[in-house]
Nanobody
């Protein structure tokens, strides 16, 4: 069974950086499409970034140039490096996995989710 565990969230001031990790078990990262999503209180879930087994990436316009998604197949882990953080980046961040949907930033395309890690950015 595929299992995802996020870590690396925390509180940071605006213009700071954080790196989130998503460790997977029960599957091979190279067989899946991976993505990061976020959801702020009272807002819709938003796709942030996705990556496929060949390293091709997709980003939401709101994070382009600031966030970088990457993966380490040996560690079965996906990362989200977040630079130049803004208060509007405050949200619970989730990673998701699904084969065959690479490039998608639509949550309904993914069936396996982690429990989330909170990111809070203060001004």
């Amino acid at each position: 069974q595929v299992h995802l565990v996020e870590s690396g969230g925390g509180s940071v001031q605006a213009r700071g950086s954080l790196r989130l990790s998503c460790a997977g078990s029960g599957y091979l990262l190279s067989d899946y499409c991976m993505a990061w999503f976020r959801q702020a209180p009272g807002k819709e879930r938003e796709g942030v970034a996705s990556i496929d087994s060949d390293g091709r990436t997709t980003y939401a316009d709101s994070v382009k140039g600031r966030f970088t998604i990457s993966q380490d197949n040996d560690k079965n882990t996906v990362y989200l490096l977040m630079n130049s953080l803004k208060p509007e980046d405050t949200a619970m961040y989730y990673c998701a996995a699904e084969p065959g949907v690479c490039g998608s930033l639509f949550g309904y395309d993914y069936n396996t989710w982690g429990q989330g890690t909170q990111v809070t950015v203060s001004s």
